[in-house]
Nanobody, 116 residues
Framework: QVQLVESGGGLVQPGGSLRLSCAAS????????MSWYRQAPGKERELVAR???????NYADSVKGRFSISRDNTKNTVYLQMNSLKPEDTAVYYC??????????WGQGTQVTVSS
């Protein structure tokens, strides 16, 4: 069974940082691109960052320069380092398998709240 488990969210002040983790299982992790998405209240889910099987990276304009995606194939884990956080980054963050299309069931996500 394919499983994705997000963790690392929390409450931070504007300008703060968080590091999210997504632990994957049930497939050959190193062969797949992985992506981070987020969904804010009242908004559609949006793609924020993605990394391919060769560690090529791509970011949404809204997070470029602030967020960094990485992967550790020995741990079957993809990370999202989030710096200079803004209130508009508040959302539930999800990971999924794939570059352009999510290909497995969504996990529970992890809540990120940026507020004073």
């Amino acid at each position: 069974q394919v499983q994705l488990v997000e963790s690392g969210g929390g409450l931070v002040q504007p300008g703060g940082s968080l590091r999210l983790s997504c632990a994957a299982s049930g497939f050959i992790f190193s062969l797949y691109a992985m992506s981070w998405y987020r969904q804010a209240p009242g908004k559609e889910r949006e793609l924020v960052a993605r990394i391919d099987s060769n560690s090529g990276r791509n970011y949404a304009d809204s997070v470029k320069g602030r967020f960094s995606i990485s992967r550790d194939n020995t741990k079957n884990t993809v990370y999202l380092q989030m710096n200079s956080l803004k209130p508009e980054d508040t959302a539930v963050y999800y990971c999924n398998r794939g570059w352009a299309t999510p290909s497995v069931s969504w996990g529970q996500g992890t809540q990120v709240t940026v507020s004073s």
